[in-house]
C-alpha cells in the first residue's frame, strides 16, 4: 500500500480524542479479520501484552483487559463490576469526568460519595484522610488523572499512599493520560486504571482498556451488574477460555490499527519521549498563546500537558464559534471550553501533532483575532 495515496485530512485534530492519527494507522485497517482464527487472536494475545507493559514494571500482578465501546464503557465497566453490593464509592471529583464516575455509580444503585474540590482546584487530600478515617464504610476511591475538562493533572500518586493507609481499592481514570504521561500502576498502587484507544497511545476510537490487578480482579467474580460490561467475564473469556477471542464482536480494524499505534509508540522511544513531545507541545503553544493577549485557566504548576483551557477573551465582540470556524479554515480544529462558570475553550496538544504544528496553529490564531 503506497501510504501517500491516502488523503490528507482536511485539518488537524487539536481536541482530546479522537486525535490526529499517522496515516499508516489508518492504513492498518484495510484487511478484514475471522476474530476466531490466530491470525486475529496472535494480534489480540500481544497487543494485550505490550498495552501492559506501558502501564506498570510489574506486569506479573497486574492483566490488561479490553472493553467495546467508547471509554466510558470501559469506565462503566470497572464501576460495575469493583464494587460489591454492600461497597461505597468515594469519588474524588474536579470536574466532568469525576462527576461521570458518580453518575454511573448512581445508575448501578452504588452508595456514593463526592468530594468535590471545585474545578480549578486539586483534591483536598487532608479532607480526603479525615473522609477515610470517619467513614469505614468506604470500599473503594476514585480519582480522574488528567482531569480533561480543565487539562489539570492530579496528584494520583499522593492520593494512592492515603488510599492504602486505609486499605481501599483504589481505581484511577487515567484515560487522557496513560501512554502520554509516565506513570507505575504497581508504584502508584492503583489497583484498576482505564484508557481507551483513541487518546495518548494514538489510536482511533472503538474500545477501551482496562488494567487490573489481578487479584482485585478476582474479587469481580460474580460481581457484574451488567452482561456485556461484566469486567471478570470478559477478562476470563480472552485471557483464559480461548487467548484472544473477545466474548462479543471485536471491533476488528481498531484493535488492529491499535497494534499499529503500539508499535509507533515503541518506535517514537516510549512514554518518556511521547511525554516529551506533548510537554514541548503544551508549553509552545502557552508561551505563544500568551504573548498574543490569551490567559490560561490554570495555574501551570496544575496543568498537564494534554490539553489546555484558555480564557475567551473579553472583548464583546467575541463568539466562540467565529474564532473556532475561522481557525478551522485554516486547517484546526480546536475545543470549547466545559468549566461551569468560566467562558473558556480548551486546545490539545496530543495526537501526531508536533511542535512546528503548533507554531502553524499561533499562526493561524493570530489571523484569526477578528476582534483586535
Ligand atoms: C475521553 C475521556 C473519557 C471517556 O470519554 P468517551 O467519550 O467515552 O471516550 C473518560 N475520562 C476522561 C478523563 C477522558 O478524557
Request: hydrophobic content about 35%.
Amino acid at each position: 500500500m503506497d501510504i501517500n495515496a491516502l488523503p490528507d485530512n482536511p485539518y488537524l485534530l487539536l481536541t482530546p480524542g479522537p486525535l490526529s492519527t499517522t496515516k499508516t494507522v489508518k492504513a492498518a485497517m484495510l484487511r478484514d479479520w475471522c476474530t476466531w482464527d490466530d491470525d486475529y487472536k496472535s494480534i489480540v494475545r500481544d497487543l494485550r501484552e505490550k498495552v501492559l507493559q506501558l502501564a506498570t514494571t510489574r506486569t506479573q500482578d497486574y492483566t490488561s483487559v479490553l472493553m467495546q465501546g467508547s471509554g466510558t464503557f470501559a469506565v462503566e465497566s470497572v464501576i460495575g463490576s469493583m464494587l460489591p453490593e454492600n461497597g461505597k464509592l468515594l469519588v474524588l471529583s474536579n470536574g466532568s469526568y469525576g462527576q461521570r464516575i458518580a453518575r454511573t455509580a448512581k445508575y448501578y444503585k452504588i452508595e456514593t460519595l463526592i468530594l468535590d474540590s471545585g474545578e480549578q482546584d486539586p483534591p483536598d487530600l487532608g479532607l480526603l484522610e479525615k473522609t477515610l478515617q470517619e467513614d469505614p464504610d468506604i470500599s473503594h476511591v476514585s480519582l480522574v488523572h488528567c482531569e480533561t475538562t480543565t487539562g489539570m493533572l492530579n496528584p494520583i500518586q499522593d492520593v494512592g499512599r492515603i488510599v492504602k493507609r486505609y486499605h481501599k481499592t483504589y481505581f484511577v481514570d487515567t484515560m487522557s493520560s496513560l501512554g502520554g504521561v509516565p506513570l507505575d500502576l504497581a508504584e502508584y498502587q492503583i489497583d484498576f486504571a482505564v484508557t481507551s484507544s483513541n487518546k495518548c497511545i494514538q489510536g482511533v476510537p472503538g474500545f477501551g482498556i482496562i488494567f487490573a490487578r489481578l487479584d482485585e480482579l478476582e474479587k469481580c467474580k460474580g460481581r457484574g451488574r451488567s452482561l456485556s460490561l461484566d469486567l471478570f467475564e470478559q477478562w476470563k473469556a480472552m485471557a483464559i477460555d480461548d487467548p484472544g477471542k473477545w466474548r462479543f464482536t471485536s471491533p476488528t480494524h481498531t484493535v488492529r490499527a491499535f497494534y499499529q499505534a503500539l508499535k509507533e509508540l515503541e518506535a517514537e522511544g516510549g512514554i518518556a519521549r511521547r511525554f516529551e513531545r506533548y510537554a514541548t507541545n503544551q508549553k509552545t503553544l502557552v508561551k505563544g498563546m500568551r504573548e498574543l493577549g490569551f490567559q490560561t485557566l490554570l495555574p501551570d504548576a496544575y496543568q498537564s500537558p494534554i490539553i489546555t483551557s484558555f480564557l475567551n477573551p473579553t472583548a464583546p465582540e467575541f463568539e466562540f464559534m467565529d474564532f473556532y470556524n475561522r481557525i478551522k479554515a485554516k486547517g484546526f480544529v480546536i475545543y470549547p471550553g466545559k468549566v461551569t462558570n468560566v467562558d473558556s475553550f480548551r486546545i490539545g496538544n496530543i495526537g501526531d501533532v508536533y511542535p512546528e504544528d503548533i507554531e502553524r496553529l499561533l499562526a493561524a490564531v493570530k489571523g484569526s483575532m477578528y476582534w483586535k
